[in-house]
């Protein structure tokens, strides 16, 4: 790589970042971009023995963790400086001021090439990085061990059978492709039946255990969207698989008269803020608010009553879940295509919920407005605008994530019931609520050794796919150059000429999303567009391109180059949701919020091959363990840097703070500052109450829970509508169960946008069409 890079170094060069500016030396190398503060060396006189001289400072960018470049030539003699303005992964941004326009042309297509040229991901730093002598002590690939941690939730070959196995199906990855080697099913489910039940869940991902509570035995377990359709298929063993995931687990032996009292105090703990504190308990906390009390109303109209002589035991009781995490009207459009949510006639030993979780897209779209309000930080020091960030919802959906995952904890650790996630896919918005909802359930996860095997489990052996959600290969559309200022201007401190050309590029853009709608809205069209791996449907220019013969550099070029319609900031959620909780909970954590900001920075750097390529069986293939090094090993290395010294491991569920069960607290959701590199009264103040009276709130007020479905019953419209499609009960067959369908994607204001005669799309939020598989 070194050797295609156009230029080595730079002297002199204007350095501009938080409205500062400096003169570097800008150095290229293989894998990073250095700039060395220049010092002009102090004269004999104003040297002493106190104050020896200044050594200069030294800013290392990885080449991944640039997400955006922007190259603005001048013209000659013109008086101003050329530029290239960098945004990073990290929220750093920078101008670097030229003093000639060849100089910055060459520096720019020289990052360009470093950035998103390597045409493999072997080219990455991490197929190259020398680890130090501490880093190389610690194997941090042996820290998580998948038969030590079903182990220590119970689940062992060798030990007492708790309805648990662990299948050997999937050695091979021919079973699955995108999960883990080993799978933990039903001891009472065969191999064969394994079999049968793959053919009904997308990308083969079935309902497997991620999760065991040690107190109750009751299971989440997780799995891909069924493969439903408007035909409304079913698949026995399916129905079979799930109905043993939810009566697996008995009662742990000699639990059964502890875990109430145990869990007694949880009853009445103060979490007044989380919209599910009384799930269905019939002794509800009192001062809930509007929301929950909403919530509430919609869990006890759908609940399932069981009748019966036999004493309940653990697994078997009227709140089993099945949480389809996606809003409902989306779960609508998948089945349209062949896919869709359970039709809970068939799943009649459980409730459905869904969680109305916005996908990939719309995450991508919060943060590119959240970027938008503090984009200006290299030539301004200014704080954002609070009420543009507010605007960009992004704490509306870190709140709803939260939301979810307690409502998840709840049903496991107070209700003594069992849960069934998934969203499309079930590698993205899965991946978040079941980590979440562990993280809330088990103290072990607090822990440093903890959140590194909860990370490894269900995000890097689920298979979420890291690869395309961050984009380690770049794209040169996030590369751009702006001809328009060799009309003559220079970015400076406090300068406004940067960014004009953002008003004819938004508008380009807005004409190119209005042109591909409304070619995607033809029929014709439909039937011949490809869905990328994600389930959505491609706009044009993301459709694929002519294939190359199998085998050759071109052909794993194109099949590992980031597609920018498929990155999203999902981990990206997952950190800030966890951040949350350490903030809320200072002392319950043994990791440090600086844990999170590193491991936040290591997921772009690819210094490290832990999140490197989107599967367990892709990793395997290329011997990324024998051939890199992982994260873990720098973590485990500094552990004293992240550990937090107010943790307190003591746990005790009869002493309040001290309880095994946390909860996030809604109404406390913030900014996560040092991440964006701001100050906290940047983005959380004013600290004055009066001030903060003129502020519009940062957090929603709308629930996660969308609609409850059971088998007899469904809460919240979106639901109903669901229920009535799902058992074709609007009649008149097939195309009438289509006709009422598209009515019902119509009367929900998908597709408004198009222009024509109806009512206008609810809320003030433009949303793409939601069809996906995540």
């Known amino acids: 790589m070194a050797d295609k890079l156009r230029i080595k170094q730079v002297d002199e060069v204007q350095f501009l970042s938080g409205g500062i500016s400096d003169n570097v030396s800008l150095r290229l190398e293989r894998h990073h971009l250095v700039m060395t503060q220049i010092i002009i060396p102090p004269s004999e006189a104003s040297l002493s023995k106190d104050k020896p001289a200044k050594s200069p400072a030294e800013i290392w960018i990885a080449y991944p963790v640039i997400a955006n470049s922007i190259f603005r030539p001048t013209a000659p003699n013109s008086g101003f400086s050329p530029s290239i303005r960098l945004r990073g992964r990290d929220f750093r941004f920078m101008t670097l001021n030229f003093n000639e326009d060849r100089q910055a042309r060459d520096v720019y297509e020289s990052i360009k090439t470093a950035t998103c040229r390597l045409g493999s991901i072997e080219k990455l730093y991490a197929f190259s990085y020398r680890p130090p002598p501490q880093e190389k002590a610690i194997n941090g690939w042996e820290v998580y061990d998948p038969k030590a941690e079903w182990r220590r939730q119970g689940v062992s070959e060798k030990d007492v059978d708790r309805g648990w196995r662990i299948s050997k199906l999937n050695l091979d990855y021919v079973f699955s492709p995108t999960y883990p080697r080993l799978l933990v099913v ?208 992004w704490l509306k959906h870190i709140t709803c994530l939260l939301d979810g995952s307690a409502l998840i904890a709840r049903q496991v650790g107070i209700q003594h019931s069992n849960v069934l996630i998934h969203c499309s896919d079930g590698w993205d918005r899965t991946s978040q609520l079941s980590a979440l909802a562990q993280l809330l359930l088990d103290p072990y996860y607090r822990t440093i050794d903890g959140i590194i095997v909860l990370i490894e489990k269900d995000w890097v052996s689920f298979g979420h796919k890291f690869q395309h959600r961050t984009g380690f290969l770049s794209s040169e559309k996030w590369f751009k150059t702006e001809n328009d200022a060799l009309a003559g201007t220079a970015i400076q401190p406090g300068g406004s000429g940067d960014g004009r050309g953002d008003a004819l590029e938004n508008a380009l853009l807005s004409a190119k999303r209005f042109f591909n709608k409304s070619i995607q809205g033809s029929p014709s069209s439909q039937n011949a567009e490809a869905a990328d791996s994600d389930g959505e449907m491609q706009s044009i220019d993301d459709s694929p391109k002519p294939k190359k013969m199998k085998g050759t550099s071109d052909d ?193 204001g998908i597709g408004k946008s198009m222009g024509g005669s109806g009512a206008k799309s609810p809320g003030p939020v433009k949303r793409e069409m939601e069809v996906e598989m995540h």
């Open 556 to 748: 794993l070029a194109a099949k590992e180059a980031t597609k920018p319609r498929e990155t999203s900031p999902v981990f990206h959620q997952f950190l800030d949701a966890t951040y949350q909780l350490v903030h809320q909970y200072p002392t319950r954590f043994e990791f440090n919020k600086y844990f999170l900001k590193r491991l936040f920075y290591h997921l772009y750097s690819c210094q490290y091959g832990t999140f490197l390529y989107n599967d367990e069986k892709s990793r395997f293939d290329v011997k990324l363990q024998e051939r890199t090094t992982s994260v873990w090993s720098y973590f485990l290395s500094r552990r004293p840097e992240f550990t937090n010294p107010l943790y307190d491991a003591e746990i005790d569920d009869h002493v309040k703070g001290k309880e095994r069960l946390i909860f996030p607290r809604l109404d406390k959701i913030r900014w996560w500052n040092e991440v964006f590199n701001k100050k906290d009264e940047e983005m959380n103040g004013p600290a004055n109450s009066a001030a903060e009276r003129y502020l519009p709130n940062t957090t929603s007020t709308t629930p996660a829970l969308t609609g409850i479905e059971t088998s007899t019953a469904a809460v919240g419209a979106p639901a109903v509508a669901h229920k009535q499609v799902a058992n074709g009960s609007v009649g008149g067959g097939a195309a009438a169960t289509f006709a009422n369908l598209r009515d019902g994607i119509a009367g929900l």
């Open 186 to 393: 039903p001891t009472s489910i065969s191999d064969n039946t394994l079999n049968y039940a793959v053919k009904y869940r997308s990308r083969a991902r079935i309902p497997a255990l991620t999760y065991l509570h040690p107190v109750n035995n009751c299971a989440i377990t997780r799995s891909s969207q069924p493969i439903v359709g408007m035909r409304g298929n079913r698949s026995i063993q399916d129905e079979k698989l799930v109905s043993a995931c939810f009566t697996a687990s008995g009662p742990v032996p000699g639990e059964e008269a502890a875990t109430d009292g145990a869990f007694s105090s949880l009853l009445s703990r103060n979490s007044s803020s989380s919209s599910v504190d009384d799930f269905g308990i019939a002794d509800p906390v009192p001062e809930t608010t509007d929301t929950e009390q909403l919530e509430d109303d919609m869990v006890y109209s759908a609940s399932i009553e069981i009748v019966t002589d036999k004493p309940l035991i653990y697994g078997a009781q009227r709140h089993n879940l099945i949480v389809d995490a996606r809003p409902t009207i989306n779960a609508l459009a998948m089945q349209a295509i062949g896919l869709g949510s359970e039709n809970m006639d068939h799943y009649k030993f459980a409730g459905k919920a869904y969680l109305g979780i916005d996908n990939i897209h719309v995450m991508r779209t919060s943060l590119e407005n959240v970027i938008a309000t503090i984009k200006d930080s290299d030539v301004s020091a200014l704080p954002p605008n609070r009420t543009q960030l507010q605007k960009s919802d």
